[in-house]
């Protein structure tokens, strides 16, 4: 692994490690030449400065060309599908979507099972170059078996189809590959999925054109629900999820105050986007996750004009509208200013 003279203590300490069960029989040769390189890709700080850009560029290519393969798989299918898709038949349109997502599902699963010391779902400690790629592989699988699923539900349930099929598929992903990606691809696939569903189950119960009120409703318990499994544990990345989270509670406000038609739909969404912006600020002193901050920063400037605004029927004009947005905006600003003195300097 390295010369006599380069090695570092925790260098050495491996080798002897090594050294010691490949003579006592518990590990091969082959064995310990990937536990070497495992741990140069993991570990490349500790290597010796001559070997640290071999490790480097062991670990990134891999991955890099991961990412590649994956762009050309989905750029092959936007060339062939993108310009005759009306002229292809349903079959062909289903194989072309299929396909290649079927692929990337066998590439993911062939990455994941030749895991040195085997794939877990839930491994400790920042994610590998490996488990980004799968990440990547799982969901543009999702995204392409969705779109198949669709083309065969036909244009009247399209939509429905294809975001609930992808929500499925991403619940599966994330289970087998825990990670940034395929937790935010799955919060935004259950977005729309809420959304889609709820305006069709609104529409066919009440015959309503404007279901604002009740996508907001639900999207404010799916908001719910994702903070408490953050909270939880039962995302692993809870930072994220709790950003993710706030970021649906949000949207949610919005459309209950924009959208809606009436004055109570309108504060409830004031009072929810309150509710966020106490929230994120509280959540930020007692946690200091930074997204907590900038969500409660951003709800708190946009709240106060938007609710004066909407209540007073813009009685204030524009120019009162404008020094309410500045004023708002700096408060919020400095106050935000004050929290992070708390938790570092300058």
Known sequence: MTGPGLRTPDVERLEAVLERLVAAGRLSADQAVEVRTDYADAAPATLPPTERGAAAWRAVLPEVGGYVGGAFVVAAVLVLLGPRWDSLTAALQVSLLLGPGLLLVLAAGAL?????????????????????????????????????????????????????????????????????????????????????????????????????VAIGVALTVLAGGWLAGSVGGLVAERAVGVFGACAVAFLAAEILAVGGESTAA?????????????????????????????????????????????????????????????????????????????????
């Open 266 to 346: 309108a504060v409830a969404g004031y009072l929810l986007l309150a509710v966020l912006a106490a929230g994120g600020l509280v959540g930020y002193v007692r946690t200091r996750l930074i997204g907590l901050l900038v969500v409660g920063v951003v709800a708190l400037a946009v709240v106060v004009p938007q609710a004066v605004l909407d209540l007073t029927d813009g009685a204030i004009g524009a120019g009162g509208a404008l020094l309410l947005v500045g004023m708002s905006v700096i408060g919020a600003s400095v106050l935000g200013f004050r929290l992070r003195r708390g938790g570092s300097p300058g």
């Open 112 to 212: 994941s099972v030749t895991t040195p010391g085997g794939w877990r779902p839930r491994a400790a400690g920042n994610p590998s170059p490996r488990r980004r790629v799968v990440a990547v592989f799982l969901v543009v699988a999702a995204v392409l078996v969705a779109g198949a699923a669709a083309v065969i539900a036909g244009p009247d349930l399209a939509d429905r189809v294809m975001s609930a099929t992808a929500t499925v598929l991403l619940i599966g992903a994330y289970a087998w590959c825990p990670a940034v990606l395929t937790q935010l691809a799955l919060l935004l696939s259950a977005v729309l999925t809420v959304g889609t569903w709820t305006a069709w189950a609104a529409h066919q119960l009440t015959a309503t054109e404007n279901p604002s």
